[in-house]
DNA sequence: CGGTAGAATATTTTT
DNA sequence: TATTCTACCG
């Protein structure tokens, strides 16, 4: 990236003041253009925190605000409010919580968390889980929040209502009132209500609103293509008054209407504000003229977007591969076994290579095959760290203490560990909650307890249950590690874990060490580390393996939607076939059938110098074989693809064919014998501290840390009781851990 | 009330 | 296949 900024994008650095629209291809150097900007602005006198920059991811935002800083050479890069929508919104609304009923220590649910909500309201109202299910109410509701489309204004919308009959589903209204009745009295906020509170909050409170407004001097925001409907309301609310708004997008690369975006937020920007100045970054400075080409001819397919033709002045280079495997085992084995040939021919580095694909649950076929050559991978998403049973259990402890009225939290451990208190008790509780319209602890802490037909004995649980939160309580304002620690200690977690040591429970026992690590680093590394800090912190950061990793050498799997922003030497893309990609769910639909080909479009775009796409066609899906076939994505651009391997493959399937199915079966039974290793459990269990003998330790030893690879120690701190020692690593720099909870071991 | 075994169900994508 | 739910027994 050393080239100098071209005419356009130095337009689009300078140009400041008044609506701008900047539309920027992959590889164009958006982000440096974006960066440049905000530099731009600091160097000539505007102050940091009259900024408003809001990014994809909050990963994003900390590299950007370092680069800034980096530009500028000036603290106030710091200053910026720059993250997500989320982060920021959540930020403020933290701030002005009050004038909305809410108290500043609101708790976020996460999306298990609001569906369990829900599922509570269903079965409350004993209601037919076939009808209602869960998860679609859910999404049912959060695609109306994110139309603006309150619970009471679902009331007037009489053709949903009559929809909503013909379905069979009348209570529909109901249970979305209930459910935003049950956040308010838990003074809990779910994803979308951090947008939608925000903008009434804007909406409802002018002085509040001005003072935004007059504090937001320029706002910036990027990947406009993938706001939705209140985002953009909101960003109309701020920008009123300055009009220094600038976007930044490319319709073609917007993939996530399921959550609401609306690329007509972008499309019609220039007819909401009246002085549109527009740039077109059309130079691609990433990828070679091969994957341009099969780029735009892809993305000519689509009707509705923006005229624009990318081109680059890179280097033509190799066709992209088309391969045909018989099914998804032989895809992720022989995608495997070409990267490990592209690693030795090349003299690449694994983190150069990425493996894309679909959904997640496709991980595992290539899992097999890169575990199987030692070729070290990093699984993007999945499950995140934060939202494992373990951690959310220890997180809902903390939850209740802030904020007693978190049902959710309440609910999820108010028999973890079991402490006799059983689904009927909880039934009951809840039952007349429901009925006053108030949070179960509210109920706990009255003498309507007393009328609940329970026996004494459970009473008592009850009580005791009550007396230990206020117990955790008081310790609220002491250091956050200290209280998780004395929490911990009191519940007997850990203790009972322990006494059963299965695979499953040690490795529990060390996502938990993982996050007494986390707590730690927090509190030390933070000057406003509450609990609620902590918990808002962790709440709305999407990824925290993947931080920590990116100092070793590894080989990215993940899905396409992850993939957006990033740019890799070689893509592998996986599985692209009909029923897969696009989606089964996505083929009705001309603009869904878009979306999926932007989304290819995307896939496509994050290479550098080569891509290889493959399909199978055969594939697992419910533990049965379904045949497949190649995309109709393929067909659209496979006179430009290489695809000298299929024919050749053809000959020898077929032999196979036969063989691979025998040799399948032979592979499963085998795993399951030998120590069968689950890829949800990851890298977790290259040590066990359990049972690691710490005495050991001495300055200059040399160890092995699971996430930060080898380091030395150079110094050992027994100071406050718990003993530190400081590593020096050889790729991650200097880092103070906490050897009772540290995962490394001894080597020599 | 707690634990477990066998049955049912799930695969889009994420802040 | 892998995870979650349900029914039943102690």
Avoid at 22 to 38: D, L
Avoid at 608 to 621: D, E, G, H, P, T
Wanted: net charge positive; glycine share 4%; charged share 30%.
């Amino acid at each position: 990236m050393a080239y100098t900024l071209n005419n356009e994008q130095l337009s689009a650095v300078q140009n400041t003041e008044g609506p701008v629209i900047i539309i920027a291809g992959p590889g164009s150097g958006k982000t440096r253009v974006v960066t440049e900007r905000i530099a731009h602005l600091i160097n000539s006198g505007t102050s940091g925190q009259n900024i408003l920059a809001l990014t994809f991811t909050n990963k994003a935002a900390n590299e950007m605000k370092k680069r800034v800083h980096s530009i500028t050479n000036n603290q106030d890069a710091f200053s910026i409010w720059m993250g997500t929508f989320h982060s920021i919104f959540a930020k403020i609304l933290r701030k002005e919580a009050i004038k909305i009923g809410y108290t500043n220590n609101f708790t976020i649910y996460d999306n298990e968390d609001s569906i369990k909500t829900i599922r509570r309201i269903i079965d409350n109202k004993n209601l037919d889980k076939e009808i209602y299910n869960p998860k679609y109410i859910f999404s049912k509701i959060s695609f109306l929040k994110n139309h603006l489309i309150s619970d009471t204004k679902y009331f007037e919308q009489i053709d949903l209502i009559k929809n909503d009959k013909i379905n069979n589903q009348e209570e529909f209204k109901n249970i979305y009132q209930q459910y935003v009745k049950i956040c308010q009295t838990s003074n809990a906020m779910d994803f979308d209500d951090l947008l939608i509170k925000t903008y009434d909050l804007f909406k409802h409170h002018v002085e509040t609103l001005k003072k935004y407004q007059t504090l937001f001097q320029y706002i910036l925001i990027d990947e406009y293509q993938d706001t939705n409907k209140v985002q953009d309301a909101i960003v109309k609310q701020l920008s009123k008054k300055h009009q220094n708004i600038c976007i930044v997008g490319d319709d073609s690369q917007s993939i996530y209407s399921f959550r609401g975006a609306n690329i007509n937020n972008m499309l019609q920007f220039k007819n909401y504000f009246k002085t549109v100045k527009e740039f077109k970054l059309e130079q691609n400075y990433r990828s070679t003229k091969n994957i341009v080409k099969v780029a735009n001819i892809l993305i000519e397919k689509n009707k509705n977007k923006i005229n624009k033709r990318i081109f680059t002045n890179q280097e033509e280079g190799e066709k992209i591969k088309l391969f045909e495997y018989y099914n998804d085992r032989e895809e992720g084995d022989k995608t495997a076994e070409k990267i490990q040939e592209s690693i030795y021919k090349n003299k690449t580095n694994r983190d150069e290579y990425a493996i894309l694909y679909r959904t997640n649950s496709q991980s595992k076929a290539v899992e097999d095959g890169l575990r199987k050559r030692g070729i070290s991978y990093k699984i993007f998403g999945g499950l995140s760290f934060y939202q494992r049973k373990e951690i959310k259990d220890i997180l809902a402890y903390l939850k209740l203490i802030t904020n007693h009225h978190d049902d959710t939290a309440l609910l999820r451990i108010i028999n973890y560990p079991s402490r006799g208190i059983g689904l009927t008790t909880v039934e009951k509780l809840n039952e007349i909650a429901n009925k006053e319209q108030t949070s179960i602890w509210s109920i706990l802490n009255s003498e309507k307890i007393d009328q609940l037909k329970i026996n004494s004995s459970t009473k008592n649980k009850l009580h005791n249950f009550k007396n230990l939160i206020c117990d955790f309580h008081t310790k609220i304002n002491e250091d956050l590690f200290t209280t998780s620690q004395f929490i911990v200690k009191k519940t007997q977690i850990i203790d009972k874990l322990k006494e059963n040591l299965n695979e499953e429970n040690i490795n529990r026992l060390e996502n938990i060490s993982e996050l007494f690590n986390t707590i730690k680093f927090f509190s030390i590394k933070e000057t406003n580390n509450s609990i609620t800090d902590f918990i808002n912190e962790i709440s709305l950061d999407e990824n925290h393996d993947q931080k920590e990793i990116n100092n070793t050498e590894h080989v990215s799997l993940m899905t396409l939607h992850q993939s957006k922003g990033l740019e890799f030497k070689y893509v592998y893309i996986l599985g692209v076939e009909n029923g897969l990609f696009p989606s089964q769910k996505k083929t009705k639909h001309q603009t869904d059938i878009e979306e999926e080909r932007r989304l290819f479009y995307v896939g496509i775009t994050r290479a550098i110098k080569n891509v290889c796409i493959s399909y199978a066609l055969n594939r697992f899906k419910f533990g049965t074989v379904i045949n497949s076939s190649k995309s109709c994505f393929i067909e659209e651009i496979e006179h430009l693809l290489n695809i000298d391997n299929i024919t050749k493959y053809n000959t020898t399937y077929k032999n196979q064919s036969l063989l691979n199915k025998n040799k399948h079966y032979i592979n499963k039974q085998k795993n399951k014998s030998s120590l069968d290793y689950n890829p949800l459990k990851k890298l977790k269990k290259i040590s066990s501290d359990i049972y690691r003998d710490k005495r050991l330790l001495k300055i200059g030893q040399k160890i092995k840390h699971n996430i930060f690879g080898i380091g030395e120690i150079t110094n050992i701190d027994l100071s406050d009781g718990n003993e530190k020692i400081k590593v020096i690593f050889q790729n991650s720099g200097e880092k103070i851990l906490l050897t009772k909870f540290a995962k490394f071991e001894i080597i020599e």
